[in-house]
Structure formats: C-alpha cells, structure tokens
C-alpha cells in the first residue's frame, strides 16, 4: 500500500540575526505554524498562497531540505528531514525555473544518467523511458540539445526525467510558466493523466488559476502559514464565490430582466451573459425569469473562474488581518 | 559500491560529454595557451643565456618549456566549481539539488573530474604540440607517464576541494568571487605555474612547498619532466595530507553550512 503524507502540527520558525553596528538582535519569523494535514496517495494536491506564505517551507520540510522547528510529517511512511537520502528515490520534482537537463546535450543524455543515480534496472528503466518519450511526445527531439528545445518541449522533457524512476510523489513548482497557451494545456493533460493512470501523488503549487483547476483534484490555500482553506476545487470554488454564471442564447430580443443580485457581464441582441449572486437570488430564480425574457435556444450556468475564486480568498484573509 | 561508482562515474563522463560541446570555445582558449607559451620560451631564452651550467631549477630550456606546458594546461583546465556553488547557493538550486540521492559533495566532484579530464587533454595537445614546435621533445619513459599519471588525479582533486571551499564561502558572503580570485591567484603564484618552486627565496621554498598549491600545479610538472621515485614518494605524501586536511576541512564547513541551510532554509 503506497502512503501519503501525513502531516502534524507542523512547525518552522527562522530565526533572523541582523547586526547594528556591535549590536546583534536576533528575531524570529513564523513561516510555517502548525500545520495539520493527510494527503492520501495518489491524490492530486494544488498547494497555493501569496508569496512568503510558507508554501515552499512546507515543500522543502516534506522533501526533508528543511528541518522544522516541532511537529511531525510522514512522506511515504519516512520521517523526511531523517530519511532524506531514502526518500528521494521515491520522489520527483519539476521547478518551472530550475531545469535539470544538461543544457548542451540531448535529454536523452540526461534520461540516461538519472537510470543511473536512481539505480534503476535497465529493462525497467528502457519501457518507462519509451512510454513516457511516446507519451509526452518527445520522439521527435530526442537527439537535440536541450538549449535548442522550445520552452515547451524542454518543459516537457523536465516531467518525463522526474517520473522516469516512477516516483511516487511529484512536486510541481510552477511547471507552466512562460508556456504558451497550448504548450501549458498539453502539459497539465499529461500531468493529470499520469496522476490518474500511475497513481502518483502530485503536489502542485502553482500561481496560475488554469494549472489548479485542470491538474489538482482537492485545493489548499496556505496564508502565513496556516492553511486557510482545504477542499475540493470544485467546493472550494461554490463556497467561497457563491456567484454563478449565466451565459444564455435567445432565438429573438428578449426582453429585460432587472432582478436584485443579478450583473450583467456582456449584452448583444441574442446573447446575454450574467453574473448571479446566489446569496441574493437563487440561480434557479433567474432562470425562470430568464426563460420568461424571450424564446430561449441555449443556456449554460458556470462556475466563475478559479482566479476570482483566489483573488476572493486571498483578500478575505487580508480584510480578516486588519480588522 | 558498484552502483555508487557507476553513479558517479556516470556524472563524470556526462560531464566530459558536455564540455565536449564546447569544443570550439575549449579550442579557442587553449590557443592563448601557445601564445603564454612562446611568450614564456622568449623569456626563458634570455635567462637561460644568462646561466652558467645550462640549468635552472634542475631543468634545461626544453625541460622548462615542458614543465610550463603541464603547469598552465592543469591551471587552465579547472573548472569554475566556486561559481558553481555560490550559484546553487544564492539561487536556491542547492535544494533542488538535495531532492536526489546523492551527495553533494561527490556529484560536484564527478562532474568537475569529467569537466577537467577533457579541458586537460586539450590544452596538453595544444601545449605538446607548441613545445615540440619549439624545443622538441624531451626524454620520456612509460614508467615516468606512469607516475605522472599518479600524481595529476590527485592535484585535480585538490584544487577541487580548495575551489569547492571557497564557493561554499557563499553560505556567509554576498559573492564568493573575490575569495576566488584570491585562491586562483594564490594556485597560480605559490603552486609554481609561472616560475618552478627552486627560483623562488631560499627562506620562502620550505613554506611553500607544504602549502596545498604546489602539490597541484608544481607536482605534476615536475613529475612530468623529472620523474623519479623519491618524487613520486614526496609528492604523494604532500599530496596525501593535503587530501585529508581539505576533506576534514570540506566536510566540517559543509556540516556547518548545511546545518544552516536545514535550519534556515535556502
């Protein structure tokens, strides 16, 4: 049975040393404080936050790069700041920023060397290799030197060389940015499908709305380092939106609908999209209403965009702070 | 142990594999090689004209010549290992690093060993083939190659773990580049690349001959030019303790710089 991570009470404090002149006054910042959470495996997990909200302390102390100030954490059944070593055989890591492809030499070059430190059995290492090369699209780039990649494939060379040992847990640290629209659509597909077919725990944090809504099943939004809100993606978008959107088509004019928590977002002869506050007027109200306005020949009722879902969160807390 | 050989062997040869890319650029620095080189034969000309018995530190002109082409093809093969760090460090790639099964210590090792090996035997092409063009060649024996071949891994590893040190300085400094210039202007003065460690000062040669550079740069050359088996059992005793005072040295500033990083993040 593959475990997750379990985490408890987890803990970390910097402690900060400034100097004026002779003078030495140490401080201590918060980072993470008492974290409680279990992640079972194969979940998909968008771990998200402001910067400095200890998004990356908790990533770096589950890696076992960081040791926290108190508190307990088990990754796959290893303490990871003990069994560091151990762990990273069973762990992956993509950083959108940081690549670790050798640069001057074909992927397949890099491919090779990670068999290698991963000890992995050669035949075991060949299929993974062939199927995620076939997988991800890479045949074709296979002999060219990584600085001669797009961002794209290179991007998707860098996932293939973190599963190619078959972790268990993958940490994605922003893996679309600066990918264009469809590059950064292919690469969320690929991630969410390997997560469905070989059940790998994924780990993503990420500040782009898009990854989280297409790659993570359940949503963690983490502010000076308590996790303030933990919950499915699509919850977490109906519990803290509570706003629908209604896009509808009509066959003629329809007539105007004046209704209180009701916003038109974009109006045109036959097309009307608005927004609707159901705290105020149920969804279901104003699509009576709606299919009383005119002779109707489409209608669609969406979740608003995770980004405002963020947006909402993120300045709640804010306001939470100051008040 | 077999498998953390070939792990680390592998880096090595990804390494060279690398650098092997660079070929034009390795080329077109180790032809500024020549031109040291042939400044270096005109200068040395004027002095050995000047002595009495033909020698100088033991050496003829051609041995002198040779002796030059090891020393500056060593100096100029290393690669820039402090930068390497004080980049891993400052950028936060050290964590990303640490997420591998690996030791930090012996992957920096493997890749600078590969860097080096190919970095080497370009500039010793190009420096043999600029001494041969202008003194020819000097005696030879397989049995000196042999220990020569003894005595160059262990100067590489040296200047790696001094170059290693100072690019961890970065865990307390803003730039660890200014320690660098001073420790490769100190491997280029006192390690004997420009003049042999027997023109130096009576009084300065006993202190410079137990200091870790010589036993880099010198030692080699001199084993390529004179090779005998009291050198060989003097440089390997130098070199053998330089090794274990800069390993212990490694090991207790990287336990401590580490312990920073575990407590204080990257």
């Known amino acids: 049975m593959n475990r997750g991570v379990e985490i408890r009470a987890l803990t970390k404090n910097f402690v900060l040393t400034r100097w004026s002149g002779f003078r030495r006054s140490v401080s201590e910042i918060v980072a993470v404080d008492g974290i409680n959470l279990d992640v079972p495996a194969g979940q998909s997990v968008a771990l998200i936050g402001p910067n400095g909200a200890g998004k990356s302390t908790t990533i770096k102390m589950l890696t076992g790069i960081l040791h926290p100030t108190s508190g307990e954490a088990s990754v796959l059944g290893f303490i990871p ?59 074709p780039f296979m002999q060219t030197p990584v600085r001669k990649l797009s961002l794209g494939q290179r991007m998707r060379a860098e996932v293939v060389a973190s599963l190619l040992h078959r972790p268990k847990i993958l940490f994605l640290d922003e893996p679309t940015i600066g990918l264009d629209v469809i590059a950064r659509q292919e690469l969320r597909d690929l991630i969410r499908e390997w997560n469905h077919n070989d059940g790998t725990t994924v780990f993503l944090t990420s500040h782009d709305a898009g990854d989280i809504e297409h790659v993570a099943e359940r949503v963690i939004v983490v502010n000076h380092g308590h996790v303030v809100v933990d919950g499915a993606v699509d919850a977490v978008r109906r519990k803290y939106l509570g706003s629908k959107i209604l896009r509808v088509q009509f066959h003629g004019t329809p007539a105007r609908i004046a209704m209180a928590g009701v ?38 009722i969406e979740d608003p965009p995770l980004e405002e879902v963020i947006a909402r969160i993120y300045s709640g807390d804010r306001r939470e702070e100051s008040s | 142990m077999r498998s953390s050989a070939l792990r680390y062997g592998w880096i090595g040869y990804t390494a060279a594999r690398s650098n092997m890319a660079y070929r034009g650029e390795v080329l077109f620095r180790s032809s500024f090689l020549a031109v040291i080189l042939y400044i270096f034969m005109r200068l040395w000309t004027v002095v050995y004209a000047e002595s009495k018995n033909g020698r100088i530190a033991g050496m003829t002109l ?45 992957g920096h090792l493997s890749r600078a060993m590969g860097e080096r090996v190919v970095r080497f035997a370009i500039n010793l092409i190009i420096g043999s083939i600029v001494a041969l063009f202008l003194v ?45 210039l001073i420790y ?43 090779p005998s088996l009291a050198l060989l059992k003097e440089s390997l005793i130098t070199q053998g303790v330089a090794v274990v005072a800069y390993a ?15 407590s204080n993040g990257g």
Do not use: C
């Open chain 2, 136 to 180: 020819g060649p000097i005696a030879m024996s397989i049995r000196g190659l042999a220990m020569f071949a003894v005595v160059l891994p262990v100067a590489f590893v040296l200047d790696f773990f001094g170059m290693f040190l100072v690019g961890l300085s970065a865990f307390w400094l803003e730039s660890a580049a200014g320690i660098a």
């Open chain 2, 184 to 226: 490769s202007r100190s491997v280029m003065l006192f390690g004997g690349m420009f003049l042999p460690l027997e023109v130096y000062p009576d009084a300065l040669q006993p202190v410079l001959r137990i200091l870790p550079f010589a036993s880099m740069v010198s030692a080699p050359g001199r084993m390529f030019v004179n």
């Open chain 1, 81 to 139: 700041w003990r069994d560091r070593r151990k762990l990273a055989y069973s762990v992956g890591a993509v950083f959108g920023l940081r690549s670790q492809l050798w640069y001057h030499l074909p992927p397949g070059d890099t491919f090779e060397l990670l068999a290698r430190i991963y000890n992995l059995r050669r035949p075991d290492f060949i299929q993974t290799r062939d199927l995620l090369i076939d997988r991800f699209n890479l045949g």
């Open chain 1, 263 to 300: 916003t038109s977002l974009s109006h045109s002869e036959y097309e009307w999209k608005m927004q609707v506050d159901t705290t105020i007027t149920p969804v279901g109200q104003v699509t009576a209403a709606v299919l009383d306005a005119g002779s109707v020949a489409d209608i669609a």
């Open chain 2, 62 to 106: 051609p041995q002198m010549l040779w002796y030059l082409v090891i020393t500056e093809a060593v100096f100029m093969s290393a690669p820039r290992i402090w930068a390497e760090v004080d980049q891993d460090v400052r950028t936060g790639r050290l964590a990303v690093q640490l997420i591998r099964p690996l030791s930090y210590t012996a």
């Open chain 2, 248 to 262: 212990g040295l490694v090991s207790t500033v990287q336990f401590i710089a580490f312990r920073r990083l575990f």
